[in-house]
């Protein structure tokens, strides 16, 4: 089956500088290869805490963020998507009014028609978990007609959870494989800019390798390398079975 994303618009929302890396950036790659653009907003700098390697070795709070910065925005160059770092407090996020509005004008700016986001649940990192929450809301809002938001209202796009690094423990299932085989490189790439974190980038090689075996075994024949979803919505697009 031959796919085009010509005038599709993906947007995810993370929480961190290192998690659209790990648990999405092939998704991005293929979208972007497929025709379609990617928008990644990095919601905080993840100075508190998933920073740590950075901290440990004395940078302050003001460098880790410009390197974090330095790195991510090199990491969208070679994904070939736009990249927007709003600097909000980590470790732990809360979700606010002001932060619903700012993301529900962004929603209805970029009209995107898909989100990728954190699972629901993530009991290793205090962040993640609000991810969905936030993105799940400020969708809600930015589809309102009588909120004092610029623009028409958005429609309703669907969201698709990427995988928490532990999933058994979070109770993730997957029910959609993307096949990143022809752009595992580009992944790889994107997560090499972060240096300290090769040990972990490799980790996220063989989970797509594994991935790539579970997509194989639900028919995606020749898959090598997958990233996991679970999509929150029931499909109903094309009223008809998808698969």
């Not at 940078?59 to 990249?83: F, H, M, N, Q, Y």
């Not at 205090?126 to 969708?139: A, I, K, Q, R, W």
Request: proline share 4%.
């Amino acid at each position: 089956m031959s796919l085009s994303m010509e005038g599709k618009r993906m947007l995810v929302v993370s929480a961190h500088p290192g998690d659209v890396l790990w648990r999405c950036s092939g998704a991005v790659a293929k979208h972007v290869k497929l025709g379609g653009t990617a928008t990644i907003i990095v919601v905080t700098y993840g100075t508190g805490g998933e920073a740590n390697e950075l901290m440990k070795a004395g940078l302050t709070v003001a460098e880790a963020k410009a390197l974090r910065k330095r790195d991510l925005t090199r990491s969208a160059e070679i994904l070939g998507a736009d990249i927007e770092f709003w600097d909000m407090q980590d470790y732990r996020f809360e979700i606010t009014q002001d932060k619903i509005m700012k993301l529900a004008q962004k929603i209805r700016d970029l009209r995107p028609s898909l989100i990728l986001t954190h699972h629901g649940k993530d009991i290793l990192n205090p962040d993640h978990g609000y991810m969905l929450e936030y993105v799940n809301m400020s969708l809600e809002v930015a589809t309102g007609h009588g909120v004092p938001l610029d623009g028409a209202p958005a429609d309703r796009a669907p969201i698709f959870c990427f995988e928490p690094h532990d999933s058994e423990s979070n109770g993730f299932v997957p029910n959609l494989f993307v096949d990143i085989t022809d752009v595992i490189d580009i992944k790889k790439a994107a997560m090499a800019t972060c240096e300290l974190k090769a040990p972990l980038a490799e980790t996220y090689v063989n989970r797509a390798k594994y991935r790539g075996q579970n997509a194989g075994s639900f028919g995606r024949k020749g898959c090598k390398y997958a990233e996991a979803y679970e999509a929150i919505y029931p499909i109903a697009e094309y009223g008809y079975f998808v698969w």
